[in-house]
T-cell receptor, first 116, second 114 residues
Framework: DGGITQSPKYLFRKEGQNVTLSCEQN?????MYWYRQDPGQGLRLIYY???????QKGDIAEGYSVSREKKESFPLTVTSAQKNPTAFYLC???????????????FGPGTRLLVL | AQSVTQPDIHITVSEGASLELRCNYS??????LFWYVQSPGQGLQLLLK??????LVQGIKGFEAEFKRSQSSFNLRKPSVHWSDAAEYFC????????????FGGGTRLMVKP
């Protein structure tokens, strides 16, 4: 089955630690996205990637980093600079990024990050 | 920049009753509008989307939404709610010149009473 997988489902971070969230898609989509979800605030865009070896900052990129070395993979690192990392993190993908926003974004099941 | 407001944070309806979830957007041109649903602890699933044409859009699971330009609204409706519809619902808007990026509303949590 085609889709998006995220791992782990739950992740615990200690103070000063960097952690990496995995996102893999087998939909052959060019574009991928990372969102952060906090209660009552909807989804906020952290980073997005239009194509392999390319990525741009979203609205709340501070304290996060990404890479896009393979089309199917878009890992997110939450660095120690992110002072309030506790949230639900969602990865999404779409066929393309170019042009008007007609392409559906498909979402993974999410990773919940908690700080110890 | 575009924005989305979902005025109702929580809504409770009885099973079998009708449902309307409100969504108001702010965007200077014709918007690209979406409704997504999220079950607890899960990702988001697209219910329906509107780009142009008929202002009444049909989606999956018996949902529909109506685009009203004069009111800057894109409200989601369902004539008879099932207990399995309990979830969080997100309205989103995209802008023509911003690629495939979406701006999401804060969400409305729907609870269904038996």
């Amino acid at each position: 089955d085609g889709g998006i997988t995220q791992s782990p489902k739950y992740l615990f971070r200690k103070e000063g630690q960097n952690v990496t969230l995995s996102c893999e898609q087998n939909l052959n989509h060019d574009a991928m996205y990372w969102y952060r979800q906090d209660p009552g605030q909807g989804l906020r865009l952290i980073y997005y990637s239009q194509i392999v070896n390319d990525f741009q900052k979203g609205d709340i990129a501070e304290g996060y980093s990404v890479s896009r070395e393979k089309k199917e993979s878009f890992p997110l690192t939450v660095t120690s600079a992110q002072k309030n990392p506790t949230a639900f993190y969602l990865c999404a993908s779409s066929i393309s990024f170019v042009g008007p926003p007609k392409e559906t974004q498909y979402f993974g099941p999410g990773t919940r990050l908690l700080v110890l | 920049a575009q924005s989305v407001t979902q005025p109702d944070i929580h809504i409770t309806v009885s099973e079998g009753a009708s449902l309307e979830l409100r969504c108001n957007y702010s965007y200077g041109a014709t918007p690209y509008l979406f409704w997504y649903v999220q079950s607890p602890g899960q990702g988001l699933q697209l219910l329906l989307k509107y780009f142009s044409g008929d202002t009444l859009v049909q989606g999956i699971k018996g949902f529909e939404a109506e685009f009203k330009r004069s009111q800057s609204s894109f409200n989601l409706r369902k004539p008879s709610v099932h207990w399995s519809d309990a979830a969080e619902y997100f309205c989103a808007v995209g802008a023509y010149n911003a690629g495939n990026m979406l701006t999401f509303g804060g969400g409305t949590r729907l609870m269904v009473k038996p």
